[in-house]
């Protein structure tokens, strides 16, 4: 299985700052078609996770633009500028390349 | 609007088995994966599978293989999931996810399975 490696396990922020999440995968996430599927999702609490950005770097509907995605191959990045309080929580990075599909462990973004 | 409307909690005796749904709305399953997330208590998220509604091909994350079974009802509009020989390991919250990029998340069920 394909191991997701997040870093760090836990970010505190100040409110306005600028943060960096890490997702480094076991092997190349390079599909045979060419695409890279390597998705973001935030969870906050009792919720559901939502999708933030899809294959690197696509930000979902209505997802602001303070959360960009970056990366190529087996090394990953989610950067949030200017945090605000609904950005808290726990964030995930998911595969889709190969099955089956993994997450890594988890961020969870905490005020400092 | 698409939404995913997941049955309710349940409590599961050791041993037994339970069925848990997932009806959408807003969207024609026959045109998308549906896929089932675990999450066990204070715990990250873990993929157990996928079904196909159109044709009912399943694939399955090989230690969910003799655990889930995935089934859809295209005529309801509804997925399920059933987990059998339940064991205390198998409290989690269990989500359904849909579309490309699991872009649609239900609210979750909780199983309970004491020890």
């Known amino acids: 299985d394909v191991l997701m490696t997040q870093t760090p396990v836990s970010l505190p922020v100040s409110l306005g700052g600028q943060v960096s999440i890490s997702c480094r995968s076991s092997?190349?996430?390079?599909?045979?078609?060419?695409?890279?599927?390597l998705h973001w999702y935030l969870q906050k609490p009792g919720q559901s996770p939502q999708l933030l950005i899809y294959?690197?770097?696509n930000r979902f509907s209505g997802v602001p633009d303070r959360f960009s995605g970056s990366g190529s191959g087996t090394d990953f990045t989610l950067k949030i500028s200017r945090v605000e309080p609904e950005d808290l929580g726990v964030y995930y990075c998911l595969q889709s390349t190969h099955f089956p599909y993994t997450f890594g462990a988890g961020t969870k973004l905490e005020l400092k | 609007e698409v939404q995913l409307q997941q049955s309710g909690a349940e409590l599961g005796k050791p041993g037994t088995s339970v069925k848990l749904s997932c009806k959408v709305s807003?969207?024609?399953?026959?045109?998308?994966?549906m896929h089932w997330v675990n999450q066990r208590p204070g715990k990250g998220l873990e993929w157990i599978g996928r079904i196909d509604p159109a044709n009912g091909n399943t694939i399955y994350a090989e230690k969910f293989k003799s655990k889930a079974t995935l089934t859809a009802d295209t005529s309801s509009n509804t997925a399920y999931m059933q987990l059998s020989q339940l064991k205390s390991d198998d409290t989690a919250i269990y989500f359904c996810?849909?579309?490309?990029?699991?872009?649609?998340w239900g609210q979750g069920t909780l199983v309970t399975v004491p020890s």
């Open positions: 807003g969207y024609n399953i026959r045109n998308t994966y």
């Open positions: 092997q190349s996430l390079v599909h045979s078609d060419g695409n890279t599927y």
């Open positions: 996810a849909m579309r490309d990029w699991f872009a649609y």
């Open positions: 294959r690197v770097s």
